[in-house]
């Protein structure tokens, strides 16, 4: 499919492999051939991960593929102005690579999207509007635009970003000929429907795994139902992901050749991002790491010992959501710890708790009393305290030390189940 011409909104693709082809010769030049490298959390667990670094696009997603294909198909047509809903990474790909070819681009984006955000799309010289809570007011409201215009409207789930975004596929499979499985990040499905043509095609063994966040599991809610169906989209770490229903192309193309949908909890998701930024020093957002995340919770024994690439599709998260995700993360694996004691309420009661943290090598981080709904004798307050840790050994020498010297210490409950934990060293 070389232009829109013959494209109908009502029509099913499956998007066949020439046109992969075809977008990556369209493409070349235009956007970075990503690294795949060897996960330094390989050395740390019990399997040999690959990371395909798409977060280190320009743009800092694989959007840019697929942006990019459409644009060079579309001609003519797209030089009149073109509008794209997105939930960020395809406005910013737009912006981008609009500026670049000389096409006019409206960029249409959920109410919530970050003001950084926005202001980087319209210093490119895209159009910026804000409409709607999620991606489906964003696409209603595109659809409006371009109804009595002569702009052209490019949804996620068009043929031609599906075959750009197959590029990708091409390269892992490329880089790494001996890949035994693939596990891509859902969102609109059309990334996961192009991986997939793409390493079928040329390694047949090669299997393919979707990721997606619990919260909005369109995925798997639609392979289950045999066509695509609405599911709430639930605030998450994942907001990359937060499209109601997967598009109905992409469905078209991976019903019945998917090996697997991996559903991941969203604590795996904030853990997943800790690790990329420590230990393999990469930003990347919650749907960016998706499909770390589902190895991590442990979705994938039967892939242990094979050659997994985990593919990182996007890294654009502001600093304020990144902050906050950092919290999240330490809270998740264990390494914030939060914890309530009755003390003493004199002079020495504070200095004397904050000795024996201090003695066990733990950074205190919070400290707040609590004396009015304290239902103890009037002598002791209750002190609710957030410490730093650094490992499940160092956390459990810490509550043994803490228990012996405060019997009535409490500690809360973390929200990961030991049935989900793996082996991270």
């Not at 990334?191 to 990721?211: D, E, F, I, Q, R």
């Not at 995925?219 to 139902?225: C, F, H, Y």
């Not at 609405?230 to 109601?244: E, Q």
Request: proline share 4%.
């Amino acid at each position: 499919m070389d232009t829109y011409n013959n494209f109908s909104e009502d029509s099913l693709h499956l998007l066949s492999f020439s046109e992969i082809k075809h977008a990556a010769e369209r493409i070349e030049g235009g956007i970075i051939h990503t690294p795949l490298c060897e996960a330094k959390l390989s050395k740390h667990m019990d399997y040999n991960i690959y990371l395909k670094c798409e977060n280190l696009q320009y743009t800092g997603s694989c959007a840019e593929r697929g942006i990019r294909n459409a644009f060079i198909a579309a001609g003519e047509l797209a030089k009149m102005g073109v509008v794209v809903p997105s939930n960020g990474n395809l406005a910013y790909a737009a912006a981008y690579h609009g500026g670049i070819l000389g096409i006019p681009v409206t960029v249409v984006l959920p109410e919530r999207t970050p003001p950084a955000q926005a202001q980087r799309y319209s210093e490119l010289g895209a159009d910026v509007m804000l409409c709607g809570e999620n991606i489906d007011d964003s696409i209603s409201y595109a659809k409006k635009i371009v109804h009595d215009s002569k702009q052209l409207l490019i949804l996620p789930d068009d043929p031609l970003i599906m075959a750009g975004l197959g590029t990708v596929g091409l390269e892992i499979i490329t880089q790494l000929p001996e890949t035994d499985a693939v596990i891509v990040p859902a969102a609109s499905g059309a990334l996961l429907a192009a991986v997939l043509v793409a390493c079928k095609k040329l390694k047949c063994s090669c299997l393919v795994y979707g990721a997606e966040c619990s919260k909005v599991p369109k995925v798997m809610k639609a392979l289950q139902a045999g066509r695509p169906v609405a599911v709430p989209i639930l605030p998450n770490l994942a907001d990359g992901l937060n499209f109601s229903t997967i598009g109905s192309n992409a469905f078209a193309t991976i019903r019945g050749r998917l090996d697997r949908m991996l559903v991941v909890d969203e604590s795996y998701i904030a853990r997943a991002m800790i690790n990329v930024l420590e230990r393999e020093r990469l930003v990347a957002d919650g749907a960016g790491v998706c499909s770390i995340a589902a190895v991590m919770q442990g979705l994938v024994p039967e892939l242990r010992g094979k050659r997994v690439v985990c593919l990182i599709s996007g890294g654009n998260i502001d600093s304020g959501r990144l902050s906050r995700t950092i919290q999240r993360g330490l809270g998740a694996s264990g390494r914030l710890l939060r914890f309530a004691v009755a003390v003493p309420d004199h002079r020495n009661g504070l200095e004397n708790l904050a000795k024996v943290i201090a003695e066990q090598n733990a950074v205190l981080k919070s400290l707040v009393t609590e004396q009015m709904w304290v239902h103890t004798d009037v002598g002791t307050t209750w002190a609710n305290v957030v410490v730093e840790m650094s490992s499940d050994d160092h956390i459990a020498n810490f509550k043994d030390s803490i228990r012996t010297t405060y019997p009535s210490v409490r500690f809360t409950v973390n929200d990961l189940e030991d049935r989900h934990k793996v082996n991270v060293r």
